[in-house]
């Protein structure tokens, strides 16, 4: 399992359906992150390697998410 935003990423999904498990993702945002980060969109979560990990968390850095982004709907 991975961890990213304090969101633990469901293991048996492919890598571009789990990030959308992270609020302010969805299927066009989390294609274009793993193809930013060069991770197969196909590979489940539980078969990712920590480099792979680390360049997703590199990737969603980029964008306002989780926290950041219900606190500006929020306001």
């Known amino acids: 399992m991975a961890r990213i935003k304090n ?3 469901p293991g048996e999904k492919h890598t571009c359906i789990g990030l959308t498990a992270i609020y302010g993702i969805g299927r066009p945002l989390a294609k274009t992150i793993c ?3 060069n991770v197969d ?6 078969d990712l390697t920590e ?8 990737e969603i850095d ?14």
């Open 62 to 75: 980029k964008y306002v998410v989780e926290g950041d982004l219900r606190r500006d709907v929020q306001m």
């Open 35 to 37: 193809k930013d980060a």
């Open 41 to 46: 969109e196909t590979k489940k979560i539980k």
């Open 51 to 58: 480099d792979e990990i680390t360049a997703l968390r590199k």
């Open 7 to 9: 969101i633990e990423l």
